[in-house]
């Protein structure tokens, strides 16, 4: 079955860091770019970063660089996204999602389930 | 950034309506357009990629269209699984892809 499966909801305080984990099956990991978004509470959807198949190259929106790191394990098909000095207005659901081109469409068409971070004092 | 802007924020239909949703960039986008539906608590579905391509297992009912800076979303005869979200999405500047604020569309 093609899927991705995310890791479960985190709760972190701010100033701490979260690590989310994304698990591919049913399709060649290696071959498409994956992306991260996120959804605030209520809110719309926000693109955070992108990586590629071979998890070599990386870029990540303005808002941000510096403090976002993706990254891919190929033994385990298996796709993180660390999220560093956390404030409250991160707090969301965190997605990761397969790009529908293997050139890179910048559109997706398979997601993750999503994952929820609260950041709280 | 580009920016893009859905309208109307919400709208009541009945089933069997045709509902349009429109979305507009701050810049011409050609046609690199993506819609998208949510349902709550559950991750965005892809309906509709460059502007107008139908994605895979998505019903006929739905279409878009435009150019440049305007496009459209229609459904052409609402049905009860279509009460949602709906999120356009640019890829044209692949450095920063953008979405709408969504539409959110419910029974009338």
């Known amino acids: 079955q093609v899927q991705l499966v995310q890791s479960g909801a985190e709760v972190k305080k701010p100033g701490d860091s979260v690590r989310i984990s994304c698990k591919a099956s049913g399709y060649p990991f290696s071959t498409y770019y994956l992306h991260w978004l996120r959804q605030a509470p209520g809110q719309g959807l926000e693109w955070m970063g992108v990586?590629?198949?071979?998890?070599?190259?990386?870029g990540y929106a303005r808002n941000f660089r510096g403090r976002v790191s993706m990254t891919k394990d190929t033994s385990t098909n298996t796709l993180y996204m660390d999220l560093y000095s956390l404030r409250s207005d991160d707090t969301a659901t965190y997605y990761c999602a397969r790009d529908s081109d293997i050139r890179r469409g910048d559109f997706f068409d398979l997601w993750g389930q999503g994952t929820l971070v609260t950041v709280s004092s | 950034d580009i920016q893009m802007t859905q309208s109307p924020s919400s709208l009541s239909a009945s089933v069997g309506d045709r509902v349009t949703i429109t979305c507009r960039a701050s810049?011409?986008?050609?046609?690199?357009l993506n819609w998208y539906q949510q349902k709550p608590g559950k991750a965005p579905k892809l309906l509709i990629y460059?502007?107008?391509s139908l994605q895979n297992g998505v019903p006929s009912r739905f279409t878009g269209s435009g150019s440049g800076t305007d496009f459209t979303l229609t459904i052409s005869s609402l049905q009860p699984e279509d009460f949602a979200t709906y999120y356009c999405?640019?890829?044209?500047?692949?450095?920063?892809?953008?979405f709408g604020g969504g539409t959110k569309v419910e029974i009338k």
């Open positions: 999405q640019q890829s044209y500047s692949n450095v920063a892809l953008t």
């Open positions: 810049e011409s986008i050609n046609r690199y």
């Open positions: 990586i590629s198949p071979n998890g070599y190259g990386t």
């Open positions: 460059s502007t107008s």
